[in-house]
């Protein structure tokens, strides 16, 4: 449970030092106001980052999924579908606020961002197999118990 919470604090960092990379980067750019993808990226490390694995670590308390294989597949392809993902934003959110397309300039990154999405879609899918079979395994032990014939 402490690496889920350190995780979330990790992306709470994030999500507050891009947040402020943002304003002092239109800033040095003299871009304020120019709409970007990198006005979005702080929000993204805080809603799918800080506040998921929150989530999850309430999930963790009552269901006990850290011990689960499962759960280890979620945690690392989440974290690491997350973090390509929001790389691809900030890439293209700084080619934008230079006055580039980067619709035109190069295709990987749409097609980077799209694998970070596959990856994250992959580590979610893998949370609720987790999800899944805690519950499954929780139902069985608090069903009511037929005593046995002598």
């Not at 702080?42 to 309430?58: E, K, N, Q, R």
């Not at 961002?113 to 929780?138: D, M, N, S, Y």
Request: no cysteine; charged share 15%; glycine share 8%.
């Amino acid at each position: 449970m402490n690496r889920i919470l350190r995780t979330a604090f990790v992306y709470m960092l994030l999500g507050l030092v891009s947040g402020l990379f943002y304003r002092e980067y239109t800033k040095a750019t003299d871009t304020l106001g120019v709409d970007s993808q990198l006005g979005t990226l702080h929000t993204h490390f805080l809603a799918l980052g800080m506040l998921v694995f929150l989530i999850v670590l309430a999930l963790d308390a009552v269901f006990s999924l850290s011990g689960r294989r499962s759960f280890t597949v979620f945690y690392w392809t989440y974290n690491i579908g997350l973090l390509v993902t929001v790389a691809m934003q900030a890439v293209r959110g700084i080619l934008t606020l230079d006055g580039q397309d980067p619709a035109t300039t190069t295709a990987a990154i749409p097609g980077i961002a799209g694998l970070g999405h596959i990856v994250l879609t992959a580590g979610l899918l893998a949370l609720f197999v987790a999800l899944r079979a805690a519950v499954a395994e929780r139902r069985s032990e608090t069903a009511p118990r037929t005593p046995v014939a002598a």
